[in-house]
């Protein structure tokens, strides 16, 4: 079963502009999660989806937005890039909608996205 | 909101045993408590999950005291492959709007030495 994928790997953007990131789940997998990874604040959860909605929705403002498709693929997207926005930029796939009251609760990761705002 | 405390570093050697221990003062009742692995340029990898006592898997172990404000992962019997960032993560909702937001621990750098 091929794993998480997350497309471009690695993207150079200027202030000011935006940028689109793209996750593809594990083939039968509804729930996908993205994070923010940078060496200051660690592992930040952006949002998460599942069957097309955002359930869940962590501390970051509006310029952070995301969607998914039908066929649970999903896609990120930052507006106004800011230098802070330099990160890699995880996308995780589970079989259900995350929950911290769920036990099994596995999120499988993709490779990630190193985004560079210049 | 869920905060985790680890260890920044670790360092220990191949063969032996090591254990990881992470802080979660304000667990909720309902939370489950996870590990997991990464290693450099990839994304993490789950390792373990548990809500109390011990669960073993055949990776690790995970102790976990009856008040769950902290959890344990034992490596039995590292090797250098073992050289990785462990993070903790316990969630809850906040206090309004509901959202479950996943809290990661800074993470424990783990070096295994020959």
């Known amino acids: 079963k091929a794993g998480v994928t997350q497309t471009p790997r690695y993207l150079i953007k200027t202030r000011g502009q935006q940028v689109t990131l793209s996750c593809s789940p594990i083939?039968?997998?509804?729930?996908v999660s993205w994070y923010q990874q940078t060496p200051g604040q660690g592992l930040q959860f952006l949002f998460e989806y599942f069957s097309e909605t955002q359930r869940n929705k962590g501390n970051f403002p509006g310029r952070f937005s995301g969607r998914q498709f039908s066929n649970s693929r999903s896609e990120m997207n930052v507006s106004t890039l800011e230098l802070g926005d330099s990160a890699l930029y995880l996308c995780?796939?589970?079989?259900?909608?995350?929950?911290?009251?769920?036990?099994?609760?596995?999120?499988?990761f993709g490779p990630g996205t190193r985004l560079t705002v210049l | 909101l869920a905060k985790t405390t680890q260890p920044i570093s670790m360092d220990s050697y191949e063969g032996q045993e090591v254990n990881i221990t992470c802080s979660h003062n304000?667990?909720?009742?309902?939370?489950?408590i996870t590990w997991y692995q990464q290693f450099p340029s990839q994304g993490p990898r789950f390792i373990i999950q548990?809500?109390?006592t011990k669960v073993t898997n055949e990776v690790a172990s995970l102790f976990i005291p009856a008040d769950r404000k902290s959890s344990t992962l034992s490596l039995p019997r590292v090797s250098l492959s073992d050289t990785a960032v462990y993070y903790c993560l316990v969630g809850g909702p906040l206090a309004s709007g509901g959202s479950y937001i996943p809290t990661f621990g800074r993470g424990t750098s783990l070096i295994v030495h020959p």
């Open positions: 548990g809500y109390k």
């Open positions: 304000n667990i909720a009742t309902n939370d489950y």
């Open positions: 995780a796939s589970s079989l259900s909608a995350l929950s911290p009251s769920k036990g099994k609760n596995e999120q499988f």
């Open positions: 083939s039968g997998h509804r729930s």
